[in-house]
T-cell receptor, first 119, second 114 residues
Framework: DAGVIQSPRHEVTEMGQEVTLRCKPI?????LFWYRQTMMRGLELLIY????????DSGMPEDRFSAKMPNASFSTLKIQPSEPRDSAVYFC?????????????????FGAGSRLTVL | AQSVTQLGSHVSVSEGALVLLRCNYS??????LFWYVQYPNQGLQLLLK??????LVKGINGFEAEFKKSETSFHLTKPSAHMSDAAEYFC????????????FGKGTRLSVIA
């Protein structure tokens, strides 16, 4: 498997423009997570899905952010309109869910990230 | 709110010296604990995980971590640092055996001096 694939790797845009980040999780994984990484706040969970259904979006900063997962192999994170404070690295991660005591909580596999710069 | 604290945003060690990166969590419920490593311009990779099977956990690249319930700690160690260990290290915690999302610490940047 090629791992979690994110695109684009780098995006530079101007304030007010729409930004769409894409993620292809590992085949067979049923959980997908979107995280944002900044120097000030570290890694923050934005939203996560289970079997394509959003479970918790309480980390989404505001209505300008939206995420979808139309099928098991694709998810998008959209920012409209974008602002300079949205500049960050956005990570997608996926996992295979389990409640087995022998394996414990799920292990996340991260993509390489999408570095967003909003001017 | 449950939280993870990594003491020291930057740690610098000499090559061959002991590496100690500290992680403490806040909870009375036994957690599931992880250490991830992030190399420049890459995503996070799993170093090791604790899932209650043993308090001393061995991971990749010679790293290990010990779960100490009484101290609510899960510090990461390596006996002898190598230049290739220079990276950012994140402690993460989950408080259920199911798939509740991980809560990450703010990270510790490890520098290794030749």
């Amino acid at each position: 498997d090629a791992g979690v694939i994110q695109s684009p790797r780098h995006e530079v845009t101007e304030m007010g423009q729409e930004v769409t980040l894409r993620c292809k999780p590992i085949s067979g994984h049923d959980y997908l997570f979107w995280y944002r990484q900044t120097m000030m706040r570290g890694l923050e969970l934005l939203i996560y899905f289970n079997n394509n259904v959003p479970i918790d979006d309480s980390g989404m900063p505001e209505d300008r952010f939206s995420a979808k997962m139309p099928n098991a192999s694709f998810s998008t994170l959209k920012i409209q309109p974008s602002e300079p404070r949205d500049s960050a690295v956005y990570f997608c991660a996926s996992s295979f869910g389990t409640t087995s005591e022998s394996s414990g909580a799920n292990v996340l596999t991260f993509g390489a990230g999408s570095r967003l710069t909003v001017l | 709110a449950q939280s993870v604290t990594q003491l020291g945003s930057h740690v610098s060690v000499s090559e061959g010296a002991l590496v100690l990166l500290r992680c403490n969590y806040s909870s009375s419920v036994p957690p599931y604990l992880f250490w991830y490593v992030q190399y420049p311009n890459q995503g996070l990779q799993l170093l090791l995980k604790y899932t209650s099977a043993a308090t001393l956990v061995k991971g990749i690249n010679g790293f290990e971590a010990e779960f100490k319930k009484s101290e609510t700690s899960f510090h990461l160690t390596k006996p002898s640092a190598h230049m290739s260990d220079a990276a950012e290290y994140f402690c993460a915690v989950s408080w259920n055996s199911g798939n509740t999302p991980l809560v990450f610490g703010k990270g510790t940047r490890l520098s290794v001096i030749a």
